[in-house]
């Protein structure tokens, strides 16, 4: 199976913009053969702290949506995303997958980044996402997500790739890296991390997307200062085989560590 691992330059706070780049990125990334393209966190705006501005209704039948519907549908390509949702009196950064010109499942980020403020301005989802279909089986989080193992560890349970977008600054671009790779070793699963570059509200971010194997083997270039796409060809069932190999889930002790907790 084979992902686009976006490297975009958000135009700030500007969706018309940032749907052309969109469209662009995935004609070429449909044109590679990919069955799958991933956008950074909060793909149309940027890490926005002003969602009153930019929010949408979840599901179907927003701007959002049905441009990333439309160009799944005629490219005939899944696309993993991020948006803002609006709801009654809040908003929530989610990411959401779309195949066949359709929403499959939606995602809203469990830890908003209260360091950047955005606990003051979206509230944190409290539900894992398992999208499961016959030739997949994936588990996305979003950004600061990242460096909480204990949810990967859940969703690892059942599946065999998990995704990471996210609007990871430069400064502490070596915590990403490390932490992706951790994920991928503890998890033995594939790791698929897709950032954003250039800069965005007085903010440098370097082209650092990259794909981990189960081993934690880096599957990717190593970053390059462009913004060029980068392509990862996965074989999902090397899951079973390398866990079967080392099977380390099998020593966990998970009512155990539950009780240190207490």
């Given at each position: 199976m084979r992902f686009a691992l976006t490297q975009m330059d958000i135009v700030w706070e500007n969706p018309v913009e940032?749907?052309?780049?969109?469209?662009?990125?995935?004609?070429?990334?449909?044109a590679q053969g990919c069955d799958w393209i991933v956008f950074p966190e909060m793909t149309l705006t940027g890490f926005t702290m002003h969602p009153e501005l930019f929010a949408e209704p979840e599901g179907i039948g927003s701007s959002t949506a049905d441009f990333f519907c439309s160009l799944s549908r005629g490219l005939s390509i899944g696309i993993i995303y991020g948006?803002?949702?609006a709801h009654a009196d809040s908003y929530t950064n989610r990411l959401v997958y779309v195949r066949d010109g359709m929403i499959l499942q939606e995602y809203a980020k469990l830890h908003p980044f209260s360091f950047g403020e955005e606990s003051k301005h979206y509230i944190a989802g409290d539900k894992l996402s398992i999208l499961s279909l016959p030739d997949i089986c994936i588990s996305g989080f979003i950004c600061y997500d990242l460096r909480f193992p204990e949810i990967f560890q859940a969703v690892s349970r059942q599946v065999k790739l998990i995704v990471v977008i996210a609007n990871w600054p430069a400064s502490r671009i070596t915590h990403w890296h490390t932490l992706l790779q951790a994920r991928a070793i503890e998890n033995q699963c594939?790791?698929?991390?897709?950032?954003?570059?250039?800069?965005?509200?007085?903010?440098?971010y370097t082209a650092s997307s990259a794909a981990y194997a189960p081993t934690g083997e880096l599957l990717t270039p190593a970053a390059s200062a462009d913004?060029?796409?980068l392509y990862a060809?996965?074989?999902?069932?090397?899951v079973a085989r390398y866990r079967e190999s080392f099977p380390l889930k099998a020593d966990r002790r998970e009512s155990l560590y539950q009780t240190f907790y207490h």
């Open positions: 940032n749907r052309r780049l969109c469209t662009e990125l995935t004609e070429q990334a449909a948006y803002i949702a594939f790791i698929l991390g897709v950032n954003r570059t250039g800069y965005g509200n007085g903010i440098s913004t060029g796409t060809d996965l074989d999902l069932s090397d």
